[in-house]
DNA sequence: CTTGAAACAAAGGCAAG
DNA sequence: CTTGCCTTTGTTTCAAG
């Protein structure tokens, strides 16, 4: 499987419109872009296919959702093996929004958002560091997120 | 400023579907919830209008554009008071993609994505290591990234 | 605040250049 | 691969419940 699709300057062009913005119309692209309307959802379509684009979502605010909250966890195990073990126990809390396999200090490393400090005490406390598998924890705490965009395609 | 704003249980089933898919035509969610199309479309309104709903954007597979490489790198400042500068700086790296400002280890917490090691040597030694303000820096290597998603609203 | 119908806009399909 | 037309589908508006 080759997984480096052949992306032109126009495909190029396309996904740094709807990295910003899902709706746009793809006459307002085609008009920009100097093609018909037609192209544009061709190209849409063959990146759709190929995997390219995976799909679209709305981009929520979370601290009006009262996610205050946001910290990184260097989760260190008592053995490598029980890395999927662990994975699947992470998955179960809605409050683990990523997780990384990493190497350095330590095994996995999450990403965990919660409403207050006091919830992510109780997300530590009372599920993360109950994972028999857990060694250590080392916590990360958030204060602001002056950058956060995607990669530029 | 009041910032968590009044969500519903209507509210919160059409979040929990729009960022899973945000063209998910309106009429569809109406009759899944048992309402007429015109309510989903004063709901929506109203969650853009009051900042919760921030926009929509494509989900894009990077390893499909050929960035294979993320990682995580902590940054330690030769003083607490560089910060915006060297956030200014970081924020001209188009490999920098998210930011954040943390209490423990490192001043500075970066996740940044690449196509190739050799390309993340590069941003490393040719652009991060070269800012003046900045004491050292640790690296971890994603090697996969088993949970991605969003906070289940 | 919700509804349903009507007007409008965009996307998807297709045959031809 | 691109185009323009045509059909289908979805969104937006609005008057009324």
Not at 25 to 39: D, I, L, N, Q, R
């Amino acid at each position: 499987m080759q997984h480096t699709s052949h992306i032109d300057a126009l495909d190029q062009q396309i996904l740094r419109v709807l990295t910003k913005d899902a709706r746009t119309p793809y006459a307002e692209m085609a008009k920009k872009f100097g093609v018909s309307p037609g192209t544009i959802h061709v190209r849409v379509e063959k990146m759709r296919q190929s995997g390219v684009i995976e799909g679209t979502k709305v981009r929520i605010n979370e601290r009006k959702l009262g996610y205050d909250v946001c910290c990184f966890i260097g989760i260190i195990l008592k053995s490598a093996k029980d890395y999927d073990t662990v994975i699947k126990k992470l998955q179960t809390f809605d409050e683990v929004v990523e997780a990384y396999y990493t190497t350095g200090n330590y095994s996995i490393f999450i990403k965990v958002m919660t409403h207050t400090i006091e919830e992510l005490h109780g997300v530590l406390a009372n599920k993360i560091q109950l994972i028999d598998e857990i060694q250590s924890t080392e916590t990360l705490i958030s204060m602001q997120n002056p950058i956060l965009r995607d990669i530029n395609p």
